[in-house]
């Protein structure tokens, strides 16, 4: 058997309720499906690849706050971040295949086929665009058979579109269709739905069906090559939207009560994560809160849980994996976090008006907006972002034409039911 995984970020079972137009003429029936806390992409991807909960497989956000180096992780792409037996581990010691494509934390992964973006940052400013590929050639070979490039521009920032999401769509269907390089077990990453809510909310009716309808052409494609190639097939999603209505800043509260240091460089703020007695590493609706020193894990508890937008504050247990943090933070309905700690009148750091998703101690959904043009900067209004996630309150979805022995229900069940199938 020869399947493919399609993982669409941002599909929620909501939409399949409320559009149905654009999944009736898919070969699958769309299902619910329970998401794991926090329902992140990272979270979400370590999940499925392992059929874990998120404290064994550690992989508690898109990002952590590593004491060791005193700084923050996030769109770390090592595979060795994510811990636990690969739900193909087993088959592909017989001789299966594996193929990963544009998944989280895929560099180094035990798969036979790896394609990422990876692209170099110039010291001169700029950057060259590539990806990272095993084998070594496949990427350049893609470019060629696809007539162009991948372009990073296209797939996050302010200028992310639907071809970042097609380019995706054609290089997975060369890889179906060579029957060299084809793996029995290939998985792809389509993020163009995301873009589109977090931007405008899922309550934006007009540019919701307008996202639906340039995603579905990009399904239908992928449906079609998986036939024409015998793959059985299963969409999934990661997590569901909801509409962003309050913006919640734990760093700003934490600095404001003295436990969040910064250090003023010029006249901008830059954080000073070496001594700060407590950080706050943000993730849309969830955020892990990092105590230096445990006998203030109380009373850092006390100074976040009377904030509105915080909906729970909880412990982690001992025993728990040490990137999840001291407490977490989990958002009230409609809310979400942003990482800022400065004050209005206050400069903030010149990474801030960038796309910079590893210097910025949280992820930052604002850089797919622009303030300004020329030069040009990205949004420092974290109150424009109409659409957020991370609660597991609310379904994704997943439909396939792989046969399970019982319907799965969770993501858990969905990964643990296609390690069986291998």
Not at 360 to 384: C, H, N, T, Y
């Amino acid at each position: 058997m020869k399947i493919l995984i399609i993982q669409t970020a941002a599909l929620g079972y909501e939409l399949v309720e409320k559009y149905p137009q654009y999944f009736a003429d898919l070969p699958v029936t769309m299902a619910p499906l329970k998401t794991e806390f926090p329902a992140v992409t990272c979270t979400a991807q370590a999940t499925f690849r392992t059929a874990l909960p998120t404290p064994a497989h550690g992989m508690p956000a898109n990002g952590f706050f590593d004491r060791g180096l005193s700084k923050t992780e996030f769109w770390n792409q090592s595979a060795h971040l994510v811990e636990g037996e690969r739900i193909w581990e087993n088959a592909r010691a017989q001789g299966l295949r594996t193929g990963m494509l544009f998944w989280q934390q895929s560099l180094g992964e035990k798969a036979d086929i790896i394609l990422s973006p990876a692209p170099i940052h110039k010291h001169s400013g700029g950057m060259i665009q590539d990806c990272y590929s095993q084998p070594r050639d496949l990427f350049p070979r893609l470019c060629g058979k696809l007539g162009r490039k991948f372009k990073l521009q296209h797939y996050w920032g302010p200028f992310t579109s639907i071809k970042g999401s097609e380019w995706i769509t054609e290089a997975t269907c060369e890889i179906m269709r060579d029957e060299q390089l084809a793996p029995e077990l290939l998985f792809t990453y389509l993020p163009h739905l995301d873009y589109s809510l977090q931007r405008h909310g899922p309550q934006n009716r007009e540019k919701t069906e307008q996202a639906l309808a340039q995603i579905k052409p990009c399904w239908e494609r992928l449906f079609e090559c998986a036939d024409r190639h015998n793959y059985e097939v299963v969409l999934w999603g990661d997590y569901a939207m909801e509409p962003a209505k309050q913006v919640v800043y734990p760093n700003l509260i934490l600095r404001r009560a003295g436990w969040f240091w910064d250090r003023k460089v010029g006249s901008r703020s830059y954080p000073d994560l070496y001594a700060s007695p407590a950080v706050a590493a943000v993730d849309h609706q969830c955020a892990l809160v990092y105590v230096r020193n445990p006998a203030d894990i109380e009373s850092v508890r006390q100074c976040l849980e009377a904030t509105p937008g915080i909906a729970e504050v909880f412990q982690n247990q001992e025993g728990a994996h040490w990137r999840g943090g001291d407490l977490v933070l989990k958002a009230s309905e409609g809310a979400w976090f942003a990482y800022p700690w400065w004050e209005e009148s206050e400069k903030p750091p010149d990474y801030a008006g960038h796309v910079d998703i590893h210097n910025k101690i949280g992820f930052d959904p604002a850089e797919l907006m622009l303030d300004r043009w020329i030069p040009p900067q990205v949004s420092l209004k974290a109150e424009r972002i109409k659409g957020t996630h991370g609660r597991d309150t609310r379904p994704a979805a997943w439909g396939g034409t792989v046969e399970f022995s019982s319907d799965p229900e969770t993501l858990r069940e969905l990964a643990a039911g296609l390690r069986a199938k291998l």
